[in-house]
């Protein structure tokens, strides 16, 4: 069968028109791929901080008042005089209870005479001595006589004082529901006495484990309330030996009222170094990536006009929230990629703002 001279003509130029058709096409993509132009990756950078640093620990401690006594009588009796109410500040010296006393009061007068008559009649032994009418021993029995009198008076009156109790600091009472007339038994309760001072005392157990503290070293103290408190404290007393139980050493700090409101009794939290200061150089946590072979960052070059990423190698220290420390492998002065470091690989050219170098406050 034989072809149509036309149709073979009009099939060869369709074969050849759709050749330089895709000739041209291809020569058309080569083209625009040797014209995309090269990625840039858009980042934040910052420079790692330099941040002073001193490694603390936090145990419980007491606040202790100054001066605190359980105010108590030694002898029965009843109350006759009631001279302070809960809660009031006392002054040094003040009456607080006066127990009844009136059966010594009658003995010491008849103390009194007693001692009275004796020393009238050692006044005239003493005369008489003078002009040898009378012995030396009736003198001496006299002088026994007025010594034993005196003493009674004394011992009369002692007890009458320890019927009359006083404050024996100034400071706050403590609540009581004593009345006037109430009976009370030896050595009871009659009020606890805190003292007005402008300072407390912190007392906290450290254990041996940790470096030793040293007299007049400031230490933290944080109270928890409505809102947290904190304040320093400094080192005035501690103890010569270790508990025997605890193996912990006992400290005492002191710490101004005006400085922290505390209450005795009130547990505090103690915050002391247990290690040297020491310069610490800083770096955002997500400028950090890992791989096969550790930890890097991807340090930002200029290479003519453009920031280039080069990958480096470093060695981390200490966690802090949103940074670590740095150990080895960049200085402060380099100039890092932070957020978006992840979408960095070596070599690429990036865009950032130029961040502000700063050396940060001590952590």
């Known amino acids: 069968m034989k072809l149509n001279p036309l149709l073979m003509t009009s099939g060869i130029l369709a074969i050849g028109l759709s050749s330089l058709f895709y000739f041209k096409h291809h020569m058309a993509n080569a083209a625009d791929n040797q014209a995309m132009p090269e990625p840039v990756m858009s980042i934040k950078a910052t420079y790692p901080q330099v941040q002073r640093y001193q490694q603390t620990t936090g145990l419980i401690g007491q606040a202790h008042a ?49 001692a009275a008559l004796n020393r009238q009649t050692l006044d005239r032994y003493l005369v008489l001595q003078q002009s040898g009418r009378i012995s030396d021993d009736k003198v001496d029995q006299a002088k026994s006589l007025l010594a034993k009198a005196e003493a009674e008076m004394e011992r ?10 006083t404050a024996p600091f100034s ?7 004593l009345v006037i007339g109430q009976y009370l038994d030896s050595n009871s309760q009659i009020t606890e006495l805190i003292g007005n001072n402008d300072f407390i005392w912190i007392d906290f157990n450290v254990p041996q484990t940790y470096p030793v503290l040293a007299l007049g070293e400031a230490v933290d103290i944080a109270v928890k309330g409505r809102h947290t408190q904190a304040a320093q404290a400094s080192i005035v007393s501690i103890s010569p030996a270790l508990n025997t139980r605890s193996r912990q050493l006992k400290y005492r700090a002191k710490i101004a009222k005006s400085a922290l409101t505390l209450t005795p009794n009130q547990l505090v939290k103690v915050n002391f170094p247990v290690g040297p200061a020491q310069d610490l150089t800083l770096i955002p946590q997500l400028a950090v990536k890992r791989d096969q072979l550790g930890d890097y960052v991807f340090v930002l070059k200029k290479e003519g006009e453009a920031y280039r990423a080069h990958q480096v190698k470093i060695d981390l220290g200490i966690r802090f929230a949103d940074q670590v420390s740095v150990n080895s492998g960049i200085e402060p002065g380099v100039l890092i990629a932070s957020e978006g470091a992840f979408k960095l690989w070596p070599g690429v050219q990036t865009r950032f703002n130029s961040p502000a170098q700063n050396h940060g406050e001590s952590l």
């Open 66 to 114: 100054v001066e605190q006594a359980s105010i108590k009588n030694e002898l029965a009796g009843k109350i006759t005089r009631l001279n302070f109410r809960s809660g009031d500040l006392v002054s040094r010296g003040q009456l607080l209870v006066e127990l009844s006393h009136s059966e010594e009061d009658a003995l010491l007068k008849a103390a009194k005479a007693d």
């Open 156 to 165: 009369i009156a002692a007890i009458i004082d320890k019927k009359i109790i």
């Open 171 to 177: 400071g706050y009472a403590g609540i009581h529901d």
